[in-house]
């Protein structure tokens, strides 16, 4: 067995894994994702269930305390006298075991005989019922007082309210229930308050069996305090707002607002890392609220182990599976090695290297016999191979000489054509002198002014094409440098400036200038090449029409200023339009001109951020358009 047997074989194996293990993957997730997904509707179901025995417990002891306030305090009303409210609050304590104490006290001044404030107080104290006049001491102000006043209704008051934050315990809370009482109609004229013990509450609330070890329960009042909680530190002086920070257990927050808001739902809530499972619902005919929380791990218990045993049965079905893969694999590739063999040696130059051909069907039979097809086909086109190869190398060493030789030449003609129209501008420079010191020294000016003039503007044209001709062959300075924007140009005075030294080379032109900009408009540009860009198009202008109805205009937007040039005459032939600003282009072949006028026009606009445009629906002649940005 050949190294290449094992590598071939690990690597066709780490494929097939590589291919199952991700639909294994996405089907073993949907399964656990159904199962948990199970779990938790049967903790659902489980722990609704417990909730909602829990609070029929709840709500049968607290509608015994309403019952007996109720039946009791039609009887208040009835017999409104001292007398009869000691003993109505005595007998109402004594014959209801859900009442842990009972207050009847009237508005102030509601019963003049017995002074300004009247209370009584009765209490059960296990085996002995005190029933007392409380002394005279403003009871207006406490809670269970208020509630039932201001409220007009019967109604339950938290137990904390009454008490300072620090004075309260779950072996001395009380809840009540006020009823405001009316003797004499609809005034009310006093409050009969109906106690009970907390801690007999949670009695009653933790005798239901809890469903998971670590389970609890919670009750929140109306602001989201603690009124029943298995951290006894956190009872009666905090809330659930208070105890948590928004940041670190949003859960817990979100679940302490749809509490106090009188919601009933199911959320999964967060805190402190630990996930929980808390079933909530309002206690009716209160403002509290009455969760069940569980750990979520308790919650998915059976989960968890189901999980352990179906990944060791996985991962024992894997290994077995992956490894009678492998056998089955090793005993099908042993031709493979005997292939590899044969193409080692061919592959080395032993084209004599004889690849047999195999009968049967299956795809490393198939896999040989093409081999062999290919060893024949290589030994009887080697020959030809060399001998083009041989042809390949020739010609390319042939092409990498002409291609040096021409960028040799093409360098030599461009230094040439340099060189020229440096010996060229010289003595037109010279030239150019000479007419004007002629023209300023001269007395009769009949015949040579006119020739010195002839002179000048023919040194004119000539320095015009020099110009020209430098600009279409300059490749040594870079555009940035070359078309640096460093001057602050008049629009108005370059437009005119143009118009003026187009007249020096047509003195008979016949020209028309107009611009709604103000003189003291100014744009940010290179003053040399844009007077040349604006001489360009006033030149043709003149020259391929009559010359003598030449307009400039200059226009503006809120970004551009735009020069307009037109003319009168025969225009732009409709079907060379789109080739206007190509190198070496001339519509008229009778011309003078070297058909690189409108190239450097656009080249120019281009590197000063302007854009050249030929007017396309002007059909008086030619109108071309340069738009330079402000």
Not at 63 to 75: C, D, K, M, V, Y
Not at 90 to 110: F, G, K, Q, W
Request: aromatic content about 10%; some cysteine.
């Amino acid at each position: 067995m050949s190294k290449f047997h094992q590598i071939l074989s690990k690597k066709i194996f780490l494929a097939i894994f590589l291919l199952a293990f991700p639909l294994f993957v996405v089907c073993l997730s949907s399964f656990f994702n159904n199962v948990q997904v199970l779990q938790h509707e049967k903790a659902l179901q489980r722990t609704s269930s417990i909730l909602n025995t829990t609070m029929q417990h709840v709500t049968y002891f607290l509608n015994a305390i309403e019952t007996a306030a109720s039946s009791n305090a039609w009887l208040l009303e009835e017999n409104f006298y001292p007398e009869s409210l000691q003993s109505i609050s005595y007998r109402l304590v004594r014959n209801n075991n859900s009442v842990y104490s009972c207050t009847v006290s009237t508005e102030p001044d509601a019963l003049p005989q017995s002074g300004r404030y009247f209370s009584v107080y009765t209490v059960n104290e296990g085996d002995t019922i005190l029933t007392m006049l409380e002394p005279d001491f403003d009871y207006t102000y406490r809670t269970w007082y208020q509630a039932a006043i201001q409220s007009e209704k019967a109604c339950w008051v938290d137990p904390f309210s009454d008490f300072r934050e620090g004075s309260i315990s779950t072996m001395d809370a009380i809840g009540s229930y006020s009823i405001p009482l009316r003797p004499h109609g609809n005034k009310i004229e006093g409050v009969v308050s109906t106690d009970f013990s907390f801690n007999r509450l949670e009695e009653i609330i933790n005798d239901t069996e809890l469903p998971y070890p670590s389970a609890y329960y919670m009750l929140l009042g109306a602001d989201g305090r603690y009124l029943l909680h298995p951290q006894s530190n956190l009872l009666f002086r905090k809330t659930i707002f208070s105890d948590n920070d928004s940041i670190q257990n949003p859960d817990v927050i979100t679940l302490g607002r749809e509490m106090v808001s009188g919601k009933e739902g199911i959320m999964h809530v967060v805190k402190d890392g630990v996930k929980y499972h808390v079933c909530y619902a309002p206690v009716p005919g209160t403002n509290w609220s009455l969760a069940l929380v569980c750990l979520d791990d308790e919650v998915l218990t059976d989960f968890y182990n189901l999980l352990y045993i179906i990944v060791a049965v996985v991962l024992v079905g894997m290994l077995f599976i992956i490894f009678l893969a492998f056998i089955v694999v090793r005993n099908n590739m042993r031709p493979l090695n005997r292939l590899l063999e044969a193409t080692k040696k061919i592959a080395n130059g032993q084209y004599d290297e004889v690849i047999e051909r195999s009968n049967r069907k299956d795809i490393i039979a198939k896999l040989q016999n093409a081999f062999a097809l290919m060893q024949e086909s290589i030994v009887s086109r080697n020959e030809s191979i060399l001998r083009m190869t041989e042809q390949l190398n020739k010609e390319n060493e042939e092409l990498e000489q002409a291609t040096l030789q021409a960028e040799k030449s093409l360098e030599e003609k461009r230094l040439f054509f340099r060189h020229v129209l440096r010996q060229i501008k010289t003595p037109l420079d010279v030239i150019d002198g000479l007419t004007h010191v002629m023209l300023d020294n001269i007395e009769s000016r009949s015949n040579l002014g006119s020739v010195a003039e002839t002179m000048k503007l023919n040194a004119a044209r000539l320095i015009r094409r020099t110009y020209m001709l430098y600009d279409s062959s300059d490749k040594g300075t870079p555009d940035k440098e070359k078309y640096a924007r460093n001057d602050e140009v008049s629009c108005n005075q370059i437009a005119k400036e143009s118009i003026e030294h187009v007249r020096t080379l047509n003195p008979t032109m016949g020209s028309h200038f107009e611009s709604e900009l103000p003189d003291d408009v100014c744009i940010q540009t290179n003053h040399l090449y844009l007077k040349r860009s604006l001489c360009e198009i006033i030149l043709n202008a003149v020259k391929f029409s009559d010359g003598k109805h030449i307009t400039v205009r200059v226009t503006q937007t809120d970004t551009s200023v735009s020069f307009i040039i037109e003319d009168v005459g025969p225009g732009m032939p409709k079907d060379s339009q789109n080739l206007f600003t190509q190198p070496f282009m001339k519509f008229d072949m009778e011309s003078r001109g070297l058909g690189v006028g409108l190239p450097l026009v656009k080249r120019h606009m281009s590197n000063l951020g302007g854009e050249l445009i030929l007017d396309t629906d002007y059909d008086q002649g030619c109108r071309i358009i340069l738009v330079m940005p402000k």
